[in-house]
């Protein structure tokens, strides 16, 4: 349309100068640049009848399927909703799925967006907010220790990119790259580490089939693992261990074990069940599986996969995992002050 404005003026201005040689010289200037005869015509002849350069509102063609009402009944069928059929709506009103999509983008503020998953929460674990402000009071000065459990499958192909491939000729593009292949029961594990502003402990490895138990999680997360990192990080300064609301977790032999050891944890009446959205420790884990499964990286067997994982553990960015976990009381203080939108 911009063109097409442009194009008008300069012819506008050419004729108002070349008025008095004709319309053909004027004509054959612009079809010399490669200009339509027939729209160059018509610009002359609104110069000729001094017709504005800008169109007449409502002038142009009338619509048949962009009316009024259809842009309407298309709004209505989209906006706040999910799960709609661009194909479905365009049948309805006897047109394309593609001119749909023109017009919600022409005439409509429409834009289609991804749909972010939250943890469905009950009734009782939606009073968080009391629970968090209860926290920063008890543990204002103190430096956070989180600890998680998370499963790595061989692929990952739910990752944000390692679902997609690019081609110029698909039926060049080898097999492997358009297919992923994957078993119906794939082999996994469970990796659990902590993170704290000092960094990350050493990570335990439990086998798909073997469950994190409270004997296996006092023994091989807390003992071996949880106690070395605190004494060797954080044994002169004032901290607090944050565990989730696993039943392993608070279970009798646990929570003795860690008074034994004078470890300042979070009681459990005062842990918000179910927020993820306050614990950095579950933004690690997506950073550390991208660094993982990066460039669609897949792993052969287990062995190789723990291997991946160390490796990517030892040369991780400190700064970030520092910064992650720095922000456990920022983020209690908002979810305190405004909830969770």
């Known amino acids: 349309m911009k063109t097409q404005i442009s194009l008008k003026e300069r012819v506008y201005r ?45 002038s142009g063609r009338i619509a048949k399927i962009a009316t009024k009402k259809n842009i309407a009944f298309i709004k209505k069928q989209f906006n706040h909703k999910y ?38 929460r009950t009734l009782k674990q939606q009073n968080y907010r009391p629970k968090c402000r209860k926290l920063l009071e008890k543990f204002k000065n103190c430096q956070w220790i989180l600890d998680d459990e998370s499963f790595f499958t061989l692929s990952n192909s739910t990752l944000s990119g390692n679902d997609r491939f690019y081609s110029d000729d698909l039926n060049k593009t080898p097999e492997h790259v358009k297919c992923f292949y994957k078993s119906k029961f794939e082999p996994k594990i469970l990796v659990w580490l ?7 402990s050493s990570a335990f490895f439990a086998e798909s089939k073997q469950a994190i138990n409270q004997d296996v999680y006092l023994k091989d997360c807390i003992q071996k693992r949880l106690i070395p990192f605190i004494n060797a990080h954080h044994n002169s300064s004032e901290y607090v261990f944050w565990p989730d609301l696993a039943s392993s977790h ?36 997506a950073d550390l599986k991208r660094d993982v499964y990066s460039n669609g990286w897949e792993a052969k067997n287990i062995q190789q996969l723990k291997a991946r994982i160390n490796n990517k553990l030892k040369n991780i960015d400190q700064n970030l995992v520092q910064s992650r976990a720095l922000e456990t009381p920022k983020r209690l203080d908002k979810i305190r002050r405004y909830g969770i939108n």
């Open 14 to 58: 050419f004729y108002q100068i070349h008025k008095q040689q004709g319309k053909l010289y004027c004509a054959n200037h612009f079809i010399d640049e490669g200009e339509t005869k027939s729209t160059i015509y018509h610009h002359l002849k609104c110069a000729e009848e001094n017709k504005p350069l800008a169109r007449k509102k409502g």
């Open 83 to 120: 799960g709609r059929s661009q194909k479905k709506v365009a049948k309805k009103i006897k047109t394309t799925q593609g001119y749909i999509s023109k017009i919600l983008k022409k005439h409509t503020n429409i834009v289609c967006r991804k749909r972010v998953k939250k943890p469905k």
């Open 194 to 200: 902590a993170i704290s502003p000092a960094g990350v």
């Open 250 to 285: 608070y279970a009798k032999k646990v929570v003795n074990f860690l008074k034994e050891q004078n470890i300042q944890f979070v009681p459990k009446d005062i842990n918000p069940a179910n927020l993820p959205e306050a614990r950095p420790i579950e933004d690690f884990w």
